[in-house]
């Protein structure tokens, strides 16, 4: 099993990047958080794996720091909550906010990340709750967000990270968040000014 790749930042995309160790690209599925924390490419980069083996899949997970991936596997074991969702979780809420939600039995935080339903969030809260205090989060794992907070700030963060520069990216983002207005979700607004920005 694959537990950690070293290697230089090739293509990264919205939820995915290649890492090339000594010529060898690997696919790996990231959460935009870790993305964000990524070097420009070519830079070299060391990205925490966790390998998945499916009938019909050999797949990669990466993170940028162990309480993100302790995260995963934690929320990978709720039923309804596959590897997609679960980065699309960590995507929304870093480590220590996960284990804020967790802590607090914040169904309504849980609700506003997409694919995660009032039922849904009800049982990851129910399951997790005796669990989540088994992973340390340690001052400042969790990245900073940008000024002013909120799914906009993160989403630059996010561009930021793909190589996108704030003066190009934030009228772009602004435009998307105003038109979705509270129905923003971080991944969605990614997605779309990606599309905006690849014109």
Do not use: N
Request: some cysteine; overall charge neutral; proline content about 5%.
């Amino acid at each position: 099993m694959i537990a950690q790749l070293t290697g230089l930042v090739g293509q990264v995309e919205a939820d995915r990047c290649v890492v090339d160790v000594h010529g060898v690209g690997y696919l790996v599925h990231a959460s935009t958080r870790t993305l964000a924390a990524l070097p420009h490419p070519p830079e070299v980069a060391r990205v925490l794996v966790e390998t998945v083996v499916r009938e019909d899949a050999f797949l990669l997970y990466g993170f940028a720091e162990p309480a993100e991936r302790d995260w995963f596997r934690l929320l990978t074991t709720v039923q309804g909550v596959g590897a997609k969702l679960a980065l699309g979780i960590l995507s929304a809420l870093s480590p220590a906010d996960l284990a804020a939600v967790i802590a607090a039995a914040d169904k309504v935080g849980l609700t506003r990340v997409s694919g995660v339903g009032a039922r849904l969030a009800e049982r990851i809260l129910s399951e997790l709750r005796g669990k989540a205090g088994r992973i340390a989060v340690p001052p400042g794992a969790a990245l900073p967000a940008a000024a002013g907070g909120g799914v906009e700030a993160d989403a630059l963060l996010a561009l930021a990270g793909l190589g996108f520069r704030r003066a190009e990216a934030q009228p772009v983002v602004a435009r998307i968040v105003a038109r979705l207005d509270d129905k923003a979700d971080l991944d969605v607004v990614i997605r779309e000014s990606l599309r905006d920005l690849a014109k």
